[in-house]
């Protein structure tokens, strides 16, 4: 039997035997059973919470499972006291259904006090205190389930206990004592529907925010929309957008979203309804940047005021990367004449005038080539993609290549793996997920093998790994609602960015110093990121994918696996990425003689080739990506305000967008 299916036998056994002890009546029985009954319940809140929608579904929720037993309690007090004790419990009943009486109050409370707090428009890096935001109400008050068996414990254990003496005076205290916990969250939950108490309604909300976007004006934004593993493809923009002129400002969709995304000072605004997003339309913002597609781009390409760019979330060969969907833009802002080329092949409706090549302003924390291996160590950095959605063979090379790639590297006694796999591996293709499971395994068992000396950096990179969440997180309590988070999350201390660059570049320092140079490492989570592992890796490894034409910029050498099923040559010819790239068959034939070109450079023919790819991919070194890109921003800003000059009088807009001028985030009213 699964573990998981334990909790749901004890406890349903636990209800069972409590009936047959209430009709018998038998009362050690019904004391254990009851007793074991609750500390199921008990365990399923704290350690099992995912096993309660099941019982939900089945109609046995935590109320009627409370009720249950607590009507199995007095049935057994009925049938040990006989008849003529039955009056006598009439109170102790009618006190009972009073608890619940307000349990079912506190729930009504709860919902409306919730709503209250549900504002329509979720910040950070914005001062929001003038919406009257609070602390959330205790977590016990919010969720039904934990709240019942905390003010029904006592109820249940004086009718236990009258069971099993026939003394009414522990039923009477337990039940007075379930009758004040309630009594006492209810009035709690009152309070704060008083109208002094209660954060801004919607519309003192909404005008709040048009004050704030009016105060602000900002210039630019990123808009994103996505899942909740999809954060990182925003991510990724967060620190260009910073360095932008003008003012950033990052619009999101789904609530959730706020705090998946990475530390930054730029302010964020939520605006889950679509109502809501149109007052974007009133303001002076110019330019929109879209890193990917969703179902709700469509909503926001319908404000005029704005112009539309596309940037997508990385540059590869894939036919993603070609996405139909990228017609409906104003722009496409592509890294160089590679995806110009690829859009206009593809023949997805993007015109050649409509495609900007901007570079990757990112990769700007990416160190260049300084030579091969000086240590006793070469560096392997494998970094697959995942499976997709179209079920290629030739997306990810995990499943088909995976292990057969990292047993020859770790064959090898002077390479130290660097395995760092794609969030998403294994959440479309179960084969894939458990091809990385096997492949994680393989790397620790190569560790148990090794032995060395090991570095005694672990208190200092304790030391930076706090400063560097004292910088980046922000403390909430457990039980912090969005309204709570954004009274905590207001305007960021002005040179917080700053540090906060200067607290990572000590940490990864730290992280890498704290561990031996022998030690193969899986990466995974946020930290250390993707540049970090580039620029401590002296090979990379991976697929088709955009992590392939970010590496480059490094003029570091590198492979791609190919499992495709296309011959070495059409396979280079299909996928410009790989012209510069030594390919891996599946059965990692060649690993041994690529190792060989890395150690040594005279063995390594494809030098020049990942010269000319570069240029090819990423565009020019000079001007800088991050130029590139603000002057990308800052000429469809100029074609967003002679749109609005053109525009019929009667429907121009009252605010007339100032030019862009060079201003932080910090620089924002209030924030």
């Known amino acids: 039997m699964p573990a998981r299916a334990w909790p749901a036998v004890l406890l349903s056994g636990a209800l069972a035997a409590q009936a047959v002890a209430a009709l018998r009546p038998h009362v050690p029985l019904l004391i254990a059973s009851t007793v074991l009954c609750l500390a199921v319940e008990g365990a399923l809140h704290r350690w099992q919470r995912g096993l309660l929608p099941l019982f939900a579904k089945a109609h046995l929720d935590i109320t009627v499972r409370h009720v249950l037993r607590d009507l199995l309690l007095v049935v057994a007090l009925l049938r040990l006291g006989g008849q003529e004790r039955e009056s006598s419990y009439a109170p102790l009943v009618a006190a009972l259904l009073g608890c619940y009486a307000l349990h079912c109050a506190i729930q009504a409370a709860s919902v409306l006090v919730r709503r209250t707090r549900t504002l329509p428009v979720v910040t950070r890096n914005i001062d929001a205190s003038t919406l009257r935001l609070s602390p959330a109400p205790p977590v016990l008050l919010r969720r039904p389930g934990p709240r019942l068996l905390v003010h029904g414990l006592p109820a249940t254990a004086g009718l236990l206990a009258t069971a099993a003496t026939a003394d009414h005076r522990f039923a009477a205290l337990g039940l007075a004592l379930s009758l004040g916990l309630a009594v006492l969250g209810l009035g709690t939950l009152l309070l704060r529907l008083l109208p002094g108490r209660r954060p801004a309604g919607e519309r003192e909300t909404l005008e709040w925010l048009d004050r704030w976007l009016a105060e602000y004006r900002p210039t630019v934004g ?31 969709r789904e609530r959730f979203m706020v705090q998946k995304l990475a530390a930054t000072d730029v302010p964020v605004i939520c605006l889950p309804k679509v109502s809501t997003l149109m007052r974007l339309e009133q303001s002076t913002l110019q330019v929109l940047i879209h890193p990917s597609n969703s179902g709700k781009t469509s909503q926001v390409l319908r404000i005029p005021t704005l112009k539309h760019t596309f940037v997508n979330h990385g540059e590869s060969d894939k036919l993603s990367s070609c996405n139909p969907y990228a017609k409906a833009y104003d722009e496409v802002w592509v890294a160089g004449p590679a995806a110009r080329e690829r859009y206009a092949q593809a023949e997805v409706g993007v015109e050649d005038k409509d495609v900007v090549e901007i570079g990757r302003p ?16 070469t560096t392997v950095l494998y970094a697959p993609t995942w499976e997709g959605w179209d079920g290629n063979p030739g997306n990810t090379s995990v499943v088909e290549a995976g292990e057969n790639l990292v047993r020859a590297l770790l064959a090898d006694p002077g390479v130290r793996l660097l395995y760092k796999p794609h ?11 458990a091809a990385d499971l096997r492949i994680r395994e393989l790397v620790r068992a190569a560790n148990r093998g090794r032995s060395g000396p090991r570095p005694d950096g672990e208190g200092e990179l304790a030391r930076r790994t706090a400063e560097l969440d ?16 954004m009274l905590a999350q207001s305007a960021p201390e002005p040179g917080r960015a700053r540090a906060v660059a200067k607290a990572t570049e000590a940490w990864e320092e730290a992280y890498w110093d704290s561990l031996p140079e022998w030690e193969h490492q899986i990466v995974t989570g946020p930290r250390p990121t993707l540049f970090a592992c580039f620029n401590r890796s002296h090979l990379l490894i991976s697929d088709v994918s955009s992590v392939v034409s970010d590496f480059l910029v490094s003029g570091k050498p590198y492979a791609v696996a190919n499992t495709s099923g296309l011959a070495p040559d059409e396979f280079r010819e299909t996928f410009p990425t790989v012209r510069a790239a030594t390919v891996l068959t599946p059965d990692a034939s060649g690993v041994a003689e690529l190792l060989a070109a890395v150690r040594d450079p005279a063995k390594d023919e494809l030098a020049e080739a990942r010269v000319e790819l570069k240029r090819y991919l990423l565009g020019p070194d000079e001007p800088s990506a991050q130029e590139r890109f603000d002057s990308a921003v800052l000429a469809l800003g100029s074609a967003a305000q002679e749109r609005r000059a053109r525009t019929i009088p009667g429907q121009r807009l009252s605010v007339s967008p100032e030019p862009a001028a060079s201003a932080g985030p910090s620089a924002a009213p209030g924030a």
């Not at 808009?223 to 620190?239: D, K, P, R």
């Not at 969030?423 to 997920?433: I, K, N």
């Open 222 to 252: 990123l808009y994103f929309s996505g899942g909740t593993s999809s954060a990182y493809q925003a991510n990724m923009w967060l620190e260009p957008l910073s360095r932008l002129q003008g003012r950033p400002l990052i619009v999101l």
């Open 362 to 377: 990112q990769l700007d924390a990416v160190r260049p080539y300084a030579g091969p291996p000086t240590g006793a160590f």
């Open 423 to 433: 969030p998403l591996t294994g959440s479309v293709d179960p084969r894939a997920g």
């Open 470 to 485: 004292r910088l980046t997180a922000t403390a909430f309590r457990p039980g912090a609602d969005q309204a709570e988070r």
